[in-house]
Each structure stands twice: as structure tokens, then as C-alpha cells.
């Protein structure tokens, strides 16, 4: 004790204190988070939804309620259906960190048999739009350029020509298209998380929506071609004229400081 | 310049002393601001020594090579690239590869002549600084007298103070012809009227869904969706389409009836489907960054915020009034119909809207 | 009489062949008086000079690479079916204009190179005339006798913004479409005639078949034939004004110190032009510029987030988008304020910095020539006014971009507009006192080192202990140099009575002028410039340290 107390002014004592301070708070979350380890799903419906209640009473119970029904912190999951599930949890926004203008996605906490037993235990509590099928949201055999016509009629005002994202009211954003799952935008489409508008099938029908996914594939996915060079964020304008000052008038002033500058004199070198 | 041109009384009084000279003035104890003249001409390391001289010259010489090598290449680029060849270049990304090696064999070319040139002009020309004199930009008070004598015997000769008829008549005709100019651009364009106020809407016209080209029903619509509709009959190859889109684009978004504030929405909704014109009230940008929870319209352009639930009252940004709601109903048959056109005329403010 | 002309004959034979043709131009154009002028002018050096070549060589790039651009582009609103090599928008309806846009972009070998260099020298072209015009102004290079050229430079700047904005509405793209209706909104909001105006413009309802036919002849005929103009007097006047320099030995108000056009001047002149267009067009391999494909076609139902204009627009964009939503409903008739204000301040902006060199010569009555050009620090008023204008003109630029500044920086886009509504009327006024005062310290600390020396850094300590640093005292050069500058006083008006008692009748402008020459020149607004009596009591005395 004598030995501890002497060191406490010791300048890594904060540090150790923290970190152990950090652990303990780790360890605790352990013991009452739900376990990361899948279990093995080979059993029943009914199973999976279960499993799907027990998870939903320790993660997600406290903002939505303990039936799902919701409280003053999180809307009513009744009828949301399974494709909500499956993109709010596998997109990592639910469960949300903190309240705000709008819950961004952040590293998914969930395996996927989880969200599926989750999913399966939100879809029991109302009949609503279910988790769309590989060949959905596949872009083989869609019709790009019909995509390309509906991102533009009902995409683009928010999300940017190409999927750029862009700014709502009140700090809240519509996210960037890039680099997500096309299954995560099919159901996007069709459940209207958060904010955006829902496109159910009955007015933006599923070959609609895998045209969409299929147009974001050509001209925002991995392999996109810009043929001019820098996309330069495909922002437009904004960006382009940023360049412009800086790579463009920046350069030509320092050329014109050479041409004008004074050669070196003999004496100085 | 004088300084008994100078009548104000403002000007610096101490001026004329330091400022006589292109002379070379000799700095002195009277005055140890003075212009001390032009420093003495330096020599730079080519002025005075050949090899550098000579590896000034080859190193021009090697731009100008560089130059034509680069052009060769843009020729040789243009020939062997096909057009729609793709690579990928680190930093940039995929690109298409003849833009890319036209443009850089092309940059290449010629920031290597400029830059052989400017060296050539830095390093080899004479750097010696040369004094050129100014001389006035006014005329000398001679000149000034000769050219208003001119121009008072012309204007004698002419008679045109004299006649005054000629004068008056002549001022007449050169201010009317004009006219005849302007007169002929009335063609370009038809006189408004009243095609501002009116739309194709009209009562019985089905609301057509714009993805799927199939009249809507109001199951269709859900709760927190959004919908894009134009009237009944347009279609986009149509020759005025886009005149006509541009006025009677629908925004449809279907609303709990009780979240409704505003009463004549509510009257001109159908089951809590309001349909709204999609076009900014303020400089007509079609406007739909609907937020579902809040049932805020954003225009993406100005920002101007449309309260859906409030009928469509503007609260925030630069529109000065509601987007103009559609009054719908449903037909026999089932499909969601316009109960006649717009009330208000869509779109932007203008003169005669009133 | 026949002895001369054969000698002029047989020495013409002689004369290498070079000298023949310039003799027989001279014979019809007079070409040898032209270059004796000429050949040998002189141009002084200085980086910040070439800012105007920077301009013109852009805008003959834009003139080249636009003609090109006219050899396949259809100025024509007719609506075909897309069947380029561009997958993703095949089958689609679009204007001619945008079809043929895209086929100089994916079909036409080197078209999209070109495009890009037309579009990205337009913008250099701009930036260019903006940073030109601020180094004109900043130095005082607007004085007599170049106030005619400033106004032409402001014109070319003024015609160049809407040059670029015609230009960039013709692919009839989804973007710049936008960008035309929001025009059009802009004409209607003009009191009793802007709806005529309106189906004037577009041949009748918006958006019509018309436009870009009428864009086209205005953007490829109508203003670069002024501009053409107004580029060829404001060269031939600086080349009869001979250029401004900077203070310095051997350089006064009645010589212009430099390099000769030949050689050196030709060289680096017309090196520059190849440096500039290879700078551009590198530029144009690299980065992608208003990618159409990407945006897709023109129709006025569709619209896409991130809408702006390209940025020497962006002021007028922050104008029209900060501005609260006024509108007024009288007697059956609607004043569109709310539009209607941004599209009266919009000119208003570009006037205040055009007017001030009038403003200037009026303050200070000065009718003498001006050729030595001013350091900033020396004219603290204009140097501040100048500065807070770019802060205005900034502050707008953020407001028109405020949905990119919102996502990029987490912000939200309405305290964004509140920010620069705000800031409008705040940051000038600001940015005009910080200046104001950064100029005075400037002129200070340039006092000092005249009087004192320059700060060499080497720190002395005296027999009785006490440190010091040692001040070298200046050069002649560097002496000169800082007390060239002139000072003007503030205009008096006198008493307002005279010695009978009887008030004096002063004009309302005369009254005027004097308030703004006290606070152009007066007291706390200039630091008096050492005096030789100064120095020399300084230097003469102990006051060496």
C-alpha cells in the first residue's frame, strides 16, 4: 500500500489508472453484451426468433420498448418488417451511440446470423417488407440507363448525380452511395430509414429498384471510369473551381515567379 | 508634369526635391533618402563563364528535343489508342488513357518550348537593365490649341451650329432608327398571357407515376413514401414535354390524416395523400429532399424548407410563398385524379401573379 | 539623281531576303515607324505582372480550343435518342446539344481533351482577371493615366463571367439547366417587364426550344467579339502607358526600368503562353472537369443535390441563396424582393470595387501621372477597403457553396446561411479595421528600420552590462526604397466662418471629400514617413544601438 501510494504522483499513474479504469468498463460490457458468438442456426423459425427476442431485450428493448411497440427515444418496430432490420443493424446504425441530428453508420457490432435472428424477431411483430433476395438486388441483365433516368428523377436531389451524398436540413445528410452493399440500398429503398422517403415496390417496382442499383454500380462502383482524370469528388463546381485556383492559377503563379525572378549572379554561386 | 498643374492642396508638399531625377543621383549629406541610381549591372555565372553558357544552351536545346519528342508522342497517342481504352493510373483512378496521353504528350510539348524559351531569355540573353524614358500621356498646349482650331473651322464649315433645322432633324433621325432594331425583336418570343397560370392538370386528369408510367392508387402510396407524378396523357417524347413537365411535375407523399395541420390541406388531400407542385416557389428548382420524419421539403438549390404537413408554409431560406397544393380525389375506378389545375400558379414569383 | 536610285536599287538586290519583305510591308504599313517604337520596349520584372498574361494567353487558348469545339457541337434543342458509346445513358432522350456534347467527349478522338481545356482555361481565365485586378488595385496601378483600362479590365472580367456562364449552360445538362432556370426565376422576379423578358429570352415558356441556339451565338459571337475588343485596346494601352514598377534605385515616376521586348521579353512573353497552355493542358489529362455523362441530361422534373454554378458565379449563388424570403402582394401585383434584391447587389458587388479608383482620385484631387506603383502597407485605406471587398466576395462564395461546406464539415447548412447572413454585413467591416491596422504596424515597422536598422539578430552586451541588439543600419537601396512612397494630407476646407463672422457657404461634395480625405489620410491612418531631419539627428547623435 505504502509502495502504491508513494507512486500514485508517478507521471504514467493517470495512464494506468485509465487503462485499468478502461478495462473494467470493457469487462463489464462483455458480461452484459450480447455474446459475439454466433450460435449455431440450424433450428426452426421459431428459434431464430427466440434468439432474436433475447437479443433485442438487451440491445435495442431500452430505446424501442420491450414488445417492439417503442418509447419517447426510438420509434415502434411493429410492421417495420425484416429489411429494416437488416439494414439498420447491417449497416452498423443501430444500435445507436448517441442521439442526434441524424445516426450515422459506423463498424456493424452485429454477425449476420444475429441481425437475421433480430430480423426475424422484428418481422414477427408485424407483417412488412422482408430482406430482398441475391437475384433482387444483383445488377446482371438491369437496365442501366432506365437506372440511370430513376436515380436521377428520384435519387439524385439528395444522394448527388452519382451518389455523392449531400446536405439536408439541420446538419442531417443524405450518405454517400459508395461502396454499399446493393442489398443495403434495395432495402434503403424500401423502408425509408431515418429521414428518407420510402420507394415501396408499389411505386418504385423491384426491377426499378435493381436498375438503380445496377446504374450505382456503373457509374459509382470500384471500376468506374473517369475518363477525364480526377473525379475531384464528383462534387461539381464547388470542387472544380477549388482546383482550379489552386492546381490551376497556383501553378501558373509559380511559373511566372521563375519567369520573372532574377538569374542567378556569378557571385553568389 | 509640373507641379503648378497640381491645384489641390492635398498632394505631399516635400515631393519635388527626390523626385527630379532619372539622372543618377548621388546620395549626398543633404539628403540620404536619395535615389542612389540604378545599382551596377551583375554578372551572371553564363556571362562570364562558357561552359555554363554551354550548359545553358544544351540544356534549351534539350527542352526544344523534348518538345518534339513529346509531339511525336501525342501523334503516335492519336494513332494507337483507341478511343474507349481504359487504365488505371495511380493516384487518379480509371481513366480513359488517349485523354490522358494526348493531354500530358500535348502539356509536355509545349510547357517545353516555353520553358526552353524563358530559360534561353534568363540565362543567355542580356540581363542588362535599361532605363527607358516616360514622356507625358497629355498633349503639349500647342498641340491642344491646334486641334481645337481644327475642329472650330470644321465645325464652321459644316454650318451645323448655324442650321439649326439640319442639326434637329439630323439628332431626330439617328434616335429613331433604332427603334426599327428593337421593334424586330419582338418575334422572339410570344407574349405571356396567362400560360404561366395554367397546367395540363385539369379535373378528372390521372396522377401517372413517373418510374412506372402507371396511374397511381392510393394504396400504392405508403405512409413515409415518396412519389413523383405527372399528368394523365404526357409523354417524354412528346415535343413539349419538357415545357409541360416543367410546370405540372407532381411531388405525392402520403401524411398520418391527423399529423395534417393545415385544413385546406387536409380538404384537398385524399386519405392523408397530398399531392404538392414539384417546382420551387422560388426560382423553380424541382424541389423533393423530403425528410419523412419531419415532412420538410428541402430545394436543393437555395435550401428554401417547405413544411408538408403545414401547407407547404415556407420556414426557412429564400421562397416567399407555399409550394401550390393539387387538389385530388379518387375516381370510380379507383386511381387517384386531379379534382381540377392548380389554383395558384407554380413555379416562381412574378409581376402579374398578384 | 539616276546615281541614287541605282545605288537604293543594287543595295536592295543586296539586302538578305528577310529585309526585302520588311521593306516591302514598310512600303505599304509603315511597319519600321511601328517598330522603332516598339522593338525594343522595355517591361519591367516582376512576377506579378504576368498575372495579365496569365489571362490573355488563357483567353486565346479558350478562342483555339472553342473553335474546335464548334466543329462538331449542335446548338439545337431537338430531342434525339442517345446511341453513343456511353453505356449507361444509351436509349435515353436528349437534346442534340447534349448528344453532341457527348459524342465530342467519347467519340471524337482527343474531343474530350479539348473540352476539358476549353472549360478548365476558362476557369484559370477568371481566376486569373480576379487575382490580376486585385494586384492592379492593391498597388495603385488604376491611377492616372490607366483609370480607362481598369474599366476596361473590369469589363472583360464582367463580360467574362457571363461568357463562361452562356458557355456552361450549352451541353443542356441536368447541372446547367438547373442553373438556367434558376435564371429564368431571376429574369421573372424583375417589377413589370421581367415575364416578357422571360418569353423573350426563351422564345416563350421555360424552358423551350430556343435557348441554346441563342446561348450559343452569344457565347461563341456576341461577347468574345467584345471581349476580342476590349482585349486588343487594353493591350495597345498598356503598351502606350509603358508599364508601372515598383519603387526602387534608379527607378522613378519618369523612366520604366526592365528588359527590351527583343530579345528578352519576346522570349519570356512568348514562352509564358506555351508554359501556360501546357500547364492547362496537363491539367486537362489529369482532372476530369463537368462530367455531362455523369450528369445526365436536362430536365426540368430532375434535379441533383450539390446544383452550383462555376465559382465566379458563386457570388451571385450566395447572394440568392442567403436572402430571406421577402415578397410583397400589392394591388394585384407581386415584387418579387426576395429574388429581386440578390439580382440588384449582384452588379452592385462588381460596382463597388470598379468605382473606386474614381473615388480615390477624387479624394485626393491628384491630377499628376502615376507610375511608380504603391507597396500596400503605404495606402492603408485602400489596401483595407480592397481587402475587405475579397472578404465580402468570399463570405458570398461560402454561402453559395454552403451544402458542400455542410458535409464536408459536419456543419448544418442552415447555421451555414445564418452564418454568412450575417457575416455579410459583419466580416467587411472587420477585415477592413484588421487590415487598416496590420498596414499602419507595417509602415511602422518600416520607420523603424529606417531610423534604426534592420534587426540583425546578434545580441551584444555592453561593458556595464546591459544586452542589446545590434541594428545594421540600411543600404542607400534599401533607404530609397522605403521613403519613396509619397504622403498625402487631408484636404482642409477652412473654418466655416470667415473672419466677419459670416458662415461660409461650402458645398455638400466639398464637405464630403474633406471627411473622406481626414479619414483616408489623416490623423492615425497613415504613419508619417521618416524625415531626412530624422534620420540624421538619429544617426548623427548617440542613438546608435
Given at each position: 500500500m505504502k509502495k502504491l501510494s508513494a507512486r500514485r504522483r508517478h507521471p504514467l499513474a493517470a495512464v494506468v489508472v485509465l487503462l485499468l479504469a478502461l478495462a473494467a468498463t470493457g469487462g463489464l460490457y462483455a458480461v452484459f453484451a450480447p455474446a459475439s458468438k454466433a450460435q449455431a442456426d440450424e433450428t426452426a423459425q421459431s428459434l431464430a426468433i427466440d434468439e432474436g427476442q433475447k437479443l433485442y431485450a438487451v440491445g435495442c428493448a431500452s430505446c424501442h420498448g420491450t414488445g417492439g411497440q417503442g418509447t419517447s427515444d426510438g420509434p415502434s418496430l411493429v410492421g417495420v418488417g425484416a429489411a429494416a432490420v437488416d439494414f439498420q443493424v447491417g449497416t452498423g446504425r443501430m444500435p445507436a451511440q448517441q442521439p442526434g441530428a441524424q445516426i450515422p453508420k459506423k463498424k456493424v457490432i452485429y454477425s449476420q446470423a444475429e441481425i437475421d435472428q433480430l430480423a426475424a424477431y422484428i418481422a414477427s411483430l408485424g407483417a412488412g417488407p422482408s430482406i430482398p433476395t441475391k437475384s433482387q438486388v444483383s445488377p446482371e441483365g438491369a437496365d442501366i440507363a432506365k437506372g440511370g433516368e430513376l436515380f436521377r428523377t428520384n435519387c439524385a436531389q439528395c444522394h448527388?448525380?452519382?451518389?455523392?451524398?449531400?446536405?439536408?436540413?439541420?446538419?442531417?445528410?443524405?450518405?454517400?452511395?459508395?461502396?454499399?452493399?446493393?442489398?443495403?440500398?434495395?432495402?434503403?429503398?424500401?423502408?425509408?430509414?431515418?429521414?428518407?422517403?420510402?420507394?415501396?415496390?408499389?411505386?418504385?417496382?423491384?426491377?426499378?429498384?435493381?436498375?438503380i442499383i445496377a446504374y450505382l454500380d456503373a457509374v459509382n462502383g470500384d471500376d468506374t471510369e473517369n475518363p477525364g482524370g480526377l473525379e475531384l469528388g464528383g462534387l461539381g463546381p464547388v470542387s472544380e473551381g477549388l482546383f482550379g485556383w489552386i492546381f490551376g492559377l497556383g501553378t501558373l503563379v509559380a511559373v511566372a515567379v521563375w519567369v520573372a525572378a532574377r538569374t542567378a549572379k556569378a557571385k553568389k554561386s | 508634369m509640373s507641379s503648378q498643374e497640381i491645384p489641390e492642396e492635398n498632394v505631399p508638399a516635400e515631393r519635388a526635391t527626390d523626385e527630379h531625377g532619372r539622372a543618377v543621383a548621388v546620395a549626398d549629406e543633404t539628403n540620404p533618402f536619395a535615389d542612389p541610381g540604378l545599382p551596377p549591372h551583375e554578372h551572371r555565372v553564363q556571362d562570364i563563364d562558357e561552359r555554363a553558357a554551354k550548359r545553358s544552351e544544351r540544356m534549351v536545346a534539350m527542352l526544344f528535343t523534348l518538345s518534339m519528342l513529346a509531339t511525336v508522342a501525342f501523334i503516335a497517342s492519336y494513332v494507337a489508342i483507341p478511343n474507349d481504352k481504359s487504365i488505371f493510373v495511380f493516384p487518379i483512378g480509371h481513366i480513359n488513357a488517349l485523354n490522358f496521353a494526348l493531354g500530358l504528350t500535348l502539356g509536355v510539348a509545349l510547357f517545353s518550348i516555353g520553358a526552353g524559351a524563358v530559360h534561353w531569355a534568363r540565362t543567355l540573353m542580356s540581363d542588362m537593365e535599361i532605363a527607358d524614358e516616360r514622356h507625358p500621356i497629355e498633349a503639349e498646349p500647342e498641340v491642344k490649341a491646334k486641334v481645337l482650331a481644327d475642329f472650330k473651322q470644321g465645325a464652321k464649315e459644316s454650318a451645323l451650329g448655324r442650321r439649326k433645322l439640319i442639326r434637329n432633324t439630323m439628332f431626330g433621325a439617328l434616335a429613331l432608327f433604332p427603334l426599327s432594331g428593337v421593334m424586330l425583336l419582338r418575334d422572339l418570343g410570344p407574349l405571356p398571357g396567362t400560360k404561366l397560370r395554367?397546367?395540363?392538370?385539369?379535373?378528372?386528369?390521372?396522377?401517372?407515376?413517373?418510374?412506372?408510367?402507371?396511374?397511381?392508387?392510393?394504396?400504392?402510396?405508403?405512409?413515409?413514401?415518396?412519389?413523383?407524378?405527372?399528368?394523365?396523357?404526357?409523354?417524354?417524347?412528346?415535343?413539349?414535354?419538357?415545357?409541360?413537365?416543367?410546370?405540372?411535375?407532381?411531388?405525392?407523399?402520403?401524411?398520418?390524416?391527423?399529423?395534417?395541420?393545415?385544413?385546406?390541406?387536409?380538404?384537398?388531400?385524399?386519405?392523408?395523400?397530398?399531392?404538392?407542385?414539384?417546382?420551387?416557389?422560388?426560382?423553380?428548382?424541382?424541389?423533393?429532399?423530403?425528410?419523412?420524419?419531419?415532412?420538410?421539403?428541402?430545394?436543393?438549390?437555395h435550401q428554401s424548407t417547405f413544411d408538408l404537413s403545414d401547407g407547404a408554409r415556407v420556414i426557412f431560406g429564400p421562397a416567399g410563398h407555399p409550394l401550390p397544393q393539387l387538389r385530388i380525389g379518387v375516381n370510380d375506378e379507383g386511381y387517384l385524379e386531379a379534382l381540377g389545375d392548380f389554383e395558384v400558379p407554380v413555379g416562381p414569383a412574378f409581376w402579374e401573379r398578384g | 539623281m539616276s546615281t541614287t536610285t541605282t545605288s537604293d536599287s543594287r543595295s536592295r538586290e543586296k539586302a538578305p531576303a528577310g529585309e526585302r519583305v520588311a521593306d516591302w510591308a514598310d512600303g505599304r504599313l509603315g511597319i519600321y515607324s511601328l517598330a522603332k517604337a516598339n522593338m525594343r520596349k522595355i517591361f519591367p520584372d516582376h512576377w506579378s505582372f504576368m498575372l495579365g498574361e496569365v489571362c490573355l494567353y488563357s483567353f486565346i487558348i479558350i478562342i483555339l480550343t472553342g473553335v474546335y469545339l464548334t466543329l462538331f457541337f449542335h446548338p439545337s434543342m431537338n430531342e434525339v435518342q442517345y446511341n453513343g458509346s456511353y453505356v449507361p445513358l444509351q436509349g435515353q432522350l436528349m437534346s442534340e446539344a447534349f448528344n453532341s456534347t457527348m459524342h465530342i467527349s467519347f467519340d471524337v478522338r482527343g474531343g474530350l481533351l479539348i473540352r476539358q481545356i476549353h472549360h478548365w482555361a476558362a476557369l484559370v481565365f477568371l481566376a486569373g482577371m480576379f487575382v490580376h485586378m486585385m494586384r492592379v488595385f492593391f498597388t495603385g496601378a488604376f491611377r492616372k493615366p490607366r483609370e480607362v483600362n481598369w474599366v476596361f479590365g473590369f469589363l472583360l472580367f464582367v463580360l467574362g463571367m457571363f461568357t463562361g456562364f452562356t458557355g456552361y449552360s450549352l451541353p443542356d445538362d441536368l447541372l446547367s439547366g438547373t442553373g438556367v432556370r434558376f435564371m429564368e426565376g431571376a429574369i421573372l422576379s424583375v417589377p413589370i417587364v421581367g415575364t416578357y423578358l422571360s418569353f423573350f429570352l426563351f422564345g416563350g415558356e421555360f424552358p423551350g426550344g430556343d435557348f441554346v441556339a441563342r446561348f450559343y451565338s452569344v457565347h461563341i459571337l456576341l461577347l468574345p467579339g467584345i471581349m476580342l475588343g476590349l482585349v486588343v485596346g487594353h493591350l495597345i494601352l498598356v503598351f502606350y502607358h509603358k508599364h508601372t514598377q515598383f519603387a526602387g534605385p534608379g527607378k522613378t515616376n519618369n523612366n520604366v526600368v526592365g528588359m527590351p521586348l527583343l530579345p528578352v521579353y519576346m522570349a519570356k512573353a512568348g514562352g509564358f503562353f506555351f508554359l501556360v497552355f501546357g500547364v492547362v493542358a496537363a491539367i486537362s489529362?489529369?482532372?476530369?472537369?463537368?462530367?455531362?455523362?455523369?450528369?445526365?441530361?436536362?430536365?426540368?422534373?430532375?434535379?441533383?443535390?450539390?446544383?452550383?454554378?462555376?465559382?465566379?458565379?458563386?457570388?451571385?449563388?450566395?447572394?440568392?441563396?442567403?436572402?430571406?424570403?421577402?415578397?410583397?402582394?400589392?394591388?394585384?401585383?407581386?415584387?418579387?424582393?426576395?429574388?429581386?434584391?440578390?439580382?440588384?447587389?449582384?452588379?452592385?458587388?462588381?460596382?463597388?470595387?470598379?468605382?473606386?479608383?474614381?473615388?480615390?482620385?477624387?479624394?485626393?484631387?491628384?491630377?499628376?501621372?502615376?507610375?511608380?506603383?504603391?507597396?500596400?502597407?503605404?495606402?492603408?485605406?485602400?489596401?483595407?477597403?480592397?481587402?475587405?471587398?475579397?472578404?465580402?466576395?468570399?463570405?458570398?462564395?461560402?454561402?453559395?457553396?454552403n451544402d458542400i461546406w455542410a458535409t464536408h464539415f459536419h456543419l448544418s447548412i442552415n447555421s451555414i446561411t445564418w452564418f454568412v447572413r450575417i457575416a455579410f454585413f459583419i466580416v467587411p467591416v472587420l477585415v477592413f479595421i484588421a487590415t487598416k491596422r496590420i498596414c499602419l504596424g507595417l509602415q511602422r515597422r518600416d520607420r523603424d528600420k529606417v531610423l534604426h536598422g534592420r534587426e540583425s539578430g546578434i545580441i551584444k552586451r555592453l561593458p556595464h552590462g546591459e544586452f542589446i541588439e545590434v541594428h545594421e543600419p540600411l543600404s542607400q537601396d534599401g533607404l530609397h526604397t522605403l521613403t519613396a512612397h509619397e504622403q498625402y494630407m487631408p484636404a482642409e476646407i477652412g473654418p466655416m466662418v470667415d473672419e466677419n463672422g459670416v458662415e461660409r457657404k461650402v458645398p455638400g461634395t466639398q464637405r464630403l471629400r474633406a471627411k473622406f480625405s481626414k479619414g483616408f489620410y489623416g490623423e492615425g491612418n497613415q504613419i508619417p514617413k521618416p524625415t531626412v531631419e530624422e534620420y540624421k539627428e538619429i544617426t548623427s547623435g548617440h542613438g546608435h544601438h
Open positions: 448527388n448525380f452519382t451518389g455523392k451524398g449531400g446536405a439536408l436540413t439541420h446538419g442531417k445528410f443524405a450518405p454517400s452511395l459508395e461502396g454499399v452493399d446493393p442489398k443495403h440500398i434495395y432495402e434503403a429503398m424500401q423502408t425509408g430509414p431515418q429521414n428518407m422517403p420510402s420507394f415501396p415496390d408499389t411505386t418504385l417496382s423491384s426491377k426499378n429498384k435493381q436498375d | 395554367h397546367t395540363l392538370w385539369s379535373k378528372g386528369k390521372l396522377l401517372v407515376n413517373v418510374n412506372t408510367n402507371e396511374p397511381l392508387r392510393p394504396a400504392d402510396v405508403a405512409v413515409g413514401s415518396l412519389t413523383f407524378a405527372m399528368p394523365e396523357g404526357l409523354e417524354e417524347h412528346d415535343e413539349d414535354f419538357q415545357k409541360e413537365i416543367a410546370k405540372s411535375a407532381l411531388m405525392i407523399v402520403r401524411l398520418q390524416p391527423d399529423n395534417i395541420k393545415d385544413k385546406q390541406e387536409l380538404e384537398w388531400s385524399y386519405n392523408g395523400i397530398v399531392a404538392y407542385s414539384k417546382i420551387c416557389t422560388h426560382v423553380g428548382c424541382p424541389i423533393s429532399l423530403y425528410e419523412q420524419q419531419t415532412h420538410h421539403a428541402l430545394c436543393p438549390c | 489529362a489529369v482532372a476530369q472537369i463537368n462530367p455531362i455523362w455523369a450528369i445526365g441530361p436536362y430536365r426540368p422534373d430532375q434535379v441533383s443535390t450539390g446544383a452550383q454554378p462555376d465559382w465566379y458565379m458563386g457570388f451571385s449563388e450566395g447572394l440568392i441563396r442567403v436572402m430571406p424570403g421577402w415578397e410583397v402582394n400589392l394591388w394585384g401585383h407581386t415584387l418579387v424582393l426576395g429574388v429581386f434584391i440578390p439580382l440588384v447587389i449582384f452588379p452592385l458587388v462588381l460596382v463597388a470595387i470598379a468605382v473606386y479608383p474614381f473615388l480615390e482620385s477624387w479624394v485626393t484631387g491628384d491630377k499628376r501621372e502615376h507610375h511608380i506603383l504603391d507597396r500596400p502597407r503605404n495606402v492603408p485605406t485602400r489596401t483595407a477597403f480592397g481587402a475587405a471587398w475579397i472578404s465580402w466576395y468570399f463570405v458570398l462564395l461560402v454561402g453559395g457553396g
